[in-house]
């Protein structure tokens, strides 16, 4: 089943410390948002990537992605000054009513199995999630005081992609700027309007390149994924 995907890519990367935008550091010699956008290039399922930039650097981008043109429609938005406002955007932008997914621009070892899991989870249920089960014990605190250990059974590290039908998202997006309730990810803006979100098993290779430490994980998945 086809769908499309949207990718907030305005963030700062203030965590990376690298002074630029993080999606243009390298591993394996090409830049993190190049590894990512490649995998929905090749997807011909995806018919279209919707992407939220800063003004300033769109045509960096475009120059970026040119040079793995698969021939798919790539539009570009407007980034905002939160995650959730990038989305926005590209919900506005879109013009389908079908499956949309939503997906960090900095996650770039996602699985294409689990993309198809998705959508088609989506499809049935009307939303659905990537996420892998807590490995740790997780402790909740209050003042660096233990309050509780939480059961692992039930505890589950959330990912993206995160696929929903259109129409639910947009309906969970809209209220949630009309409401100026700022959340983490889609699914919350989901849930918080009363929709049951179901969760597909991800994989434990999709990790965020949010610190130097996941550049040198990112560098070991590549050369495994070769």
């Known amino acids: 089943m086809n769908y499309t995907v949207m990718i907030p890519a305005a963030g700062s990367g203030k965590r990376m410390g690298a002074g630029q935008n ?5 591993i394996g010699g090409l830049p993190i948002l190049y590894h990512t956008v490649s995998v929905f290039l090749e997807d011909p399922h995806c018919e279209e990537i919707i992407i939220a930039v800063k003004p300033e650097e769109q045509t960096v981008i475009k120059e970026m992605l040119a040079r793995s043109d698969k021939g798919k429609t790539i539009t570009f938005v407007k ?18 009513n079908g499956i949309v997914l939503v997906h960090d621009a900095a996650r770039p070892f996602l699985d294409s199995s689990v993309i198809r899991k998705l959508v088609s989870t989506a499809n049935e249920k009307g939303a659905a999630i990537a996420a892998v089960r807590a490995k740790d014990t997780i402790k909740l605190a209050a003042n660096n ?3 509780q250990t939480l059961d692992r059974e039930n505890l589950w590290l959330v990912q993206t992609p995160q696929a929903f039908r259109y129409e639910l998202l947009k309906r969970a997006s809209d209220a949630a700027v009309r ?4 959340g983490t990810d889609e ?6 309007i009363g929709y049951s979100v179901q ?6 290779d999709n990790v965020k390149m949010t610190t130097q430490e996941d550049l040198a994980i990112g560098e070991v998945l590549l050369e495994r994924r070769k």
């Not at 969760?199 to 434990?204: A, D, K, L, N, T």
């Open 22 to 26: 993080k999606l243009f550091l390298e």
């Open 79 to 96: 980034g905002g000054g939160e995650r959730q406002n990038s989305v926005a955007a590209c919900i506005e932008t879109y013009e389908g």
């Open 145 to 147: 005081v233990v309050q």
């Open 179 to 182: 409401e100026g309730f700022l």
């Open 187 to 192: 699914s919350m803006l989901v849930e918080r």
């Open 199 to 204: 969760i597909v098993e991800g994989s434990y």
